[in-house]
């Protein structure tokens, strides 16, 4: 009875301490739950601020003023000589212009005789007027002598100011458009012939010193030669240093320093990679400087390590009980790794490439060391052409004064941003439709 009663004594004094027990952990839980959502909503908050600041400023970007104007291709202007027949170069040198000035003078009605009113033009029209007037009659001779309607882009002054990104509110002495032009502005808005329109040269131009005539079409082109040079040099390398390191080499001291060193590659700033490529590249191998093979080798192995370390953890994944089954149905141990292993392996390889391929994309540290930070205007027509890159080209815009720029700036990183997400859906896609399949 007595030892009943002891026992009965001290499980009913145990049982208030176990209570408070389980509320302190609960309690724990409940605050990491919440530190954890706390974390999470940060995170998501300077996402979102960021977002919002790169859209706000960029999205203009997507949009150019242009001026409509009837175009007169007056011959005594552009072939005065009438050598465009015997001299292909007869039409280059034309004073194309003028022919925008006059056109635009028509259009305001403006006294020719006042030069007051003329100087005032100055700075209204875009100085490409030169090259887009050239590129018409080049493509079609037979323009000469006619008038033809012409969008002729807007200067980059005007351009911001017809997007309200200029306070005109302030002293006109304290912005760069002058009341004058403002009035002119209001004028062709309500005739029709200024308006704004999709700017499909910030896909198609090359880098230039205006504003409202660069693009990021080279910097694409640079961008592509380099990433399809990353994914046909090191995706079969380390997908077979994986293989191999995983599935065939012994256990040393030898395989045990690669490892190391692959992880300690994967951490190496990516400027050390520009560094490597400078000196092995373009110094030693004689390679062209701003050239986008050159970009891709350096990106090909600063990409290496990480998909390395991306397809040996796929690998390792896949079920021991897998290659057991296949070495004991009698396949060779090379069967087994690339009729059973590697296809089960495969979502996590082309996760970690793509992963891989993204990161590189967005570099720049690397590439400004190996001199594609070039003014490249051109086109280039092979990987061994000068080229430039879409961080690249942003890295250059964010150094200009004019503030256009910084517009165009913000557009080329919504771009690069809408290729990241693009290749990180790839790699969920992908990864999942290769997981449906077994």
Same mark, same amino acid.
């Given at each position: 009875m007595t030892d009943f009663t002891m026992g009965t004594a001290v499980g009913a004094s145990a049982a208030p301490r176990r209570d408070i027990g389980l509320k302190r952990r609960y309690a724990a839980e409940k605050r990491f739950r919440i530190m954890g959502l706390l974390a999470i909503s940060v995170g998501l908050v300077f996402l979102a601020v960021m977002l919002v600041s790169i859209v706000s400023k960029g999205y203009t970007a997507f949009w150019q003023t242009t001026v409509t104007l009837q175009v007169d291709f007056n011959e005594a202007i552009i072939d005065p000589n009438n050598k465009r027949a015997t001299d292909q170069n007869a039409l280059m040198a034309a004073n194309y212009p003028k022919l925008a000035e006059d056109a635009l003078i028509a259009k305001l009605g403006i006294?020719?005789?006042?030069?007051?009113?003329?100087?005032?033009?100055?700075?209204?029209?875009?100085d490409g007027v030169r090259a887009q007037l050239r590129d018409?009659?080049?493509? &079609?001779?037979? +323009?000469?002598?006619?008038?033809?309607?012409?969008?002729?882009?807007?200067? #980059?002054?005007?351009?911001?100011?017809?997007?309200?990104?200029?306070?005109l509110g302030v002293d006109e002495s304290r912005r760069k458009?002058? &009341?004058?032009? +403002?009035?002119w502005m209001r004028q062709l808005s309500a005739d029709g012939a200024m #308006?704004?329109?999709f700017n499909t040269g910030l896909f198609t131009y090359g880098a230039s010193s205006r504003p409202e005539t660069s693009g990021v079409g080279v910097a694409i082109i640079g961008s592509v030669y380099m990433m399809v040079i990353v994914l046909l040099l090191a995706l079969?390398?380390?997908?077979?240093a994986s293989i191999y390191l995983e599935e065939f080499a012994k256990k040393s001291r030898l395989t045990d320093?690669?490892?190391?060193?692959?992880?300690n590659l994967a951490a190496v700033p990516s400027i050390v990679f520009g560094l490597l490529g400078l000196a092995v590249f373009i110094n030693f191998m004689g390679l062209p400087r701003s050239a986008a093979f050159v970009g891709g080798l350096v990106l090909t192995l600063m990409t290496l390590p990480t998909i390395i370390i991306a397809t040996r953890a796929a690998l390792a994944a896949v079920p021991p009980s897998i290659r057991s089954a296949a070495l004991g149905l009698g396949a060779s141990k090379m069967q087994m790794v690339f009729q059973h292993v590697l296809p089960l392996a495969t979502p996590g390889i082309l996760t970690g490439t793509i992963i891989g391929l993204a990161r590189a994309l967005g570099e720049t540290a690397p590439l400004l060391l190996i001199g594609m930070v070039a003014f490249v205007?051109?086109?280039?027509?092979?990987p061994f052409d000068p080229a430039t890159a879409l961080p690249v080209q942003i890295y250059m815009w964010a150094n200009e004064a004019e503030r256009a720029f910084v517009e165009r700036m913000s557009g080329a990183i919504i771009i690069l941003l809408i290729f990241l997400m693009a290749m990180n859906i790839t790699a969920i896609v992908l990864r999942r439709r290769f997981e449906r399949r077994w």
């Open positions: 006294d020719r005789d006042d030069k007051a009113q003329v100087r005032k033009l100055k700075g209204f029209l875009s018409i009659v080049l493509a &079609d001779p037979a +323009v000469i002598g006619t008038t033809r309607s012409v969008d002729v882009l807007a200067s #980059a002054n005007i351009d911001s100011a017809y997007k309200g990104q200029i306070d458009v002058s &009341d004058q032009q +403002v009035e #308006a704004e329109h079969p390398i380390g997908v077979a320093l690669i490892e190391v060193n692959i992880n205007a051109d086109y280039p027509k092979t």
